[in-house]
């Protein structure tokens, strides 16, 4: 058999999973334990699930042949508590492998990131009040002159601009994500977040960020039980919207963070929203920085060794059954 055996690879990522009815934020866009359950139930009798080492290997040796059909990754983004607490038991349970891309600013300093900033917010305030709460800080702002028109235009403009629904979120609630994840000016973004997460959840930052994000013991636990951890950046930044310098730094930052628990000269990049350049695949990609692959959220199967091993596709947890049936088994 060649080498070069082509080979359909599944991967499905997922964010938070959790027993939603009894959360504090049952609104928050997760997936319920027992949904979860039933996935990794529909997952034993579709596909084989393989290690993240097997497709580095695989790379590696360009021998693909040893890829089982019906291959399938799972991946988990952001290190949650829940990846701890809910997942790995029952990762454990099902004898799978899970891969984890923790940021590395959130288990390291304790500060909780504004992409979750805006998550929770989103969980807690009616969407029609939060845009009209973000067009009056916008509005207050830009008569502080924190920035010009030119940056930032008018609030009708900019609704125009960022409101475009995907498959998943309605208009409004991307105009909230976009403006407060990478549209603004950092510094201004930062304090609008800060500000509305006070105001609709009203709770330490400090405090919510250890109870959101796993901790280093619970992470070398993991890696010790079988997991395998990557890299996810180290501030969850929109890599490819930053300057050269500021998105190698992040990156290295990560890297010396998490080298208890990666190996070095064969990791994973996990891209923050999915959002890329050409000088962060360049980067990575130098053999000195130690990359290997990276992981996209384009919606589609993985066809080894076809694919960039740098840009390869991920599906959707609510792409699976039972929630959806955009990937389906044998």
Same mark, same amino acid.
């Not at 969980?123 to 067009?135: K, N, R, S």
């Not at 990560?254 to 208890?260: C, P, Q, W």
């Given at each position: 058999?060649?080498?070069?055996?082509?080979?359909?690879?599944?991967?499905?990522?997922?964010?938070?999973?959790?027993?939603?009815?009894?959360?504090?934020?049952?609104?928050?866009?997760?997936?319920?334990?027992?949904?979860?359950?039933?996935?990794?139930?529909?997952?034993?009798?579709? +596909?084989?699930?393989?290690? &993240?080492?097997?497709?580095? !290997?695989?790379?590696?040796?360009?021998? #693909?042949?040893?890829?089982?059909? =019906?291959?399938?990754?799972?991946?988990?983004?952001?290190?949650?508590?829940?990846?701890?607490?809910?997942? %790995?038991?029952? /990762?454990? *349970?099902?004898? &799978?492998?899970?891969? #984890? #891309?923790?940021?590395?600013?959130?288990?390291?300093?304790?500060? /909780?990131?504004?992409?979750?900033?805006?998550?929770?917010?989103? !969980?807690?305030? @009616?969407?029609?009040?939060?845009?009209?709460?973000? +067009?009056?800080?916008?509005?207050? %702002?830009?008569? !502080? $002159?924190?920035?010009?028109?030119?940056?930032? @235009?008018?609030?009708?403009?900019?609704?125009?601009?960022?409101?475009?629904?995907?498959?998943?979120?309605?208009?409004?609630?991307?105009?909230?994500?976009?403006?407060?994840?990478?549209?603004?000016?950092?510094?201004?973004?930062?304090?609008?977040?800060?500000?509305? +997460?006070?105001?609709?959840?009203?709770?330490?930052?400090?405090?919510?960020?250890?109870?959101?994000?796993?901790?280093?013991?619970?992470?070398?636990? &993991?890696?010790? $039980?079988?997991?395998?951890?990557?890299?996810?950046?180290?501030?969850?930044?929109?890599?490819? *919207?930053?300057?050269?310098?500021?998105?190698?730094?992040?990156?290295?930052?990560?890297?010396? %963070? +998490?080298?208890?628990?990666?190996?070095?000269?064969?990791?994973?990049?996990?891209?923050?929203?999915? =959002?890329?350049?050409?000088?962060?695949?360049?980067?990575?990609?130098?053999?000195?920085? $130690?990359?290997? /692959?990276?992981?996209?959220?384009?919606?589609?199967?993985?066809?080894?060794?076809?694919?960039?091993?740098?840009?390869?596709?991920?599906?959707?947890?609510?792409?699976?059954?039972?929630?959806?049936?955009?990937?389906?088994? &044998?």
């Amino acid at each position: 058999m060649s080498t070069e055996t082509e080979k359909k690879v599944t991967i499905v990522m997922y964010h938070y999973v959790r027993d939603l009815t009894y959360s504090r934020y049952p609104d928050i866009k997760g997936l319920d334990v027992r949904l979860f359950e039933e996935q990794l139930e529909f997952i034993r009798k579709s +596909f084989t699930v393989i290690r &993240m080492e097997d497709v580095l !290997a695989a790379y590696e040796t360009k021998d #693909f042949s040893s890829l089982p059909e =019906n291959s399938l990754l799972l991946t988990f983004d952001d290190g949650y508590i829940d990846h701890y607490t809910v997942v %790995y038991p029952l /990762l454990k *349970k099902y004898g &799978m492998q899970g891969s #984890f #891309f923790p940021n590395a600013k959130a288990v390291k300093e304790h500060k /909780l990131l504004d992409v979750n900033k805006i998550h929770h917010i989103l !969980a807690t305030a @009616p969407i029609d009040e939060l845009v009209q709460a973000c +067009f009056e800080k916008l509005t207050e %702002y830009r008569e !502080a $002159g924190r920035f010009s028109d030119k940056e930032v @235009p008018s609030n009708e403009e900019l609704y125009r601009e960022l409101a475009v629904p995907n498959r998943f979120d309605p208009g409004e609630v991307i105009f909230v994500k976009r403006l407060l994840q990478n549209r603004l000016p950092e510094d201004v973004r930062n304090e609008i977040a800060t500000c509305l +997460f006070e105001t609709y959840v009203g709770i330490s930052e400090e405090v919510f960020a250890r109870e959101l994000y796993m901790n280093r013991d619970q992470i070398r636990c &993991m890696k010790e $039980g079988g997991m395998f951890f990557g890299l996810h950046g180290y501030d969850h930044y929109w890599l490819g *919207k930053l300057t050269k310098e500021k998105m190698e730094k992040d990156i290295l930052q990560a890297r010396d %963070y +998490f080298s208890d628990v990666i190996d070095e000269k064969a990791w994973v990049m996990n891209y923050p929203y999915g =959002n890329y350049s050409e000088d962060v695949l360049q980067f990575i990609q130098k053999e000195e920085i $130690g990359c290997k /692959l990276g992981l996209t959220v384009e919606a589609r199967t993985a066809d080894l060794p076809g694919e960039n091993r740098y840009l390869l596709p991920r599906w959707d947890t609510n792409d699976l059954p039972p929630l959806g049936n955009s990937v389906g088994g &044998m």
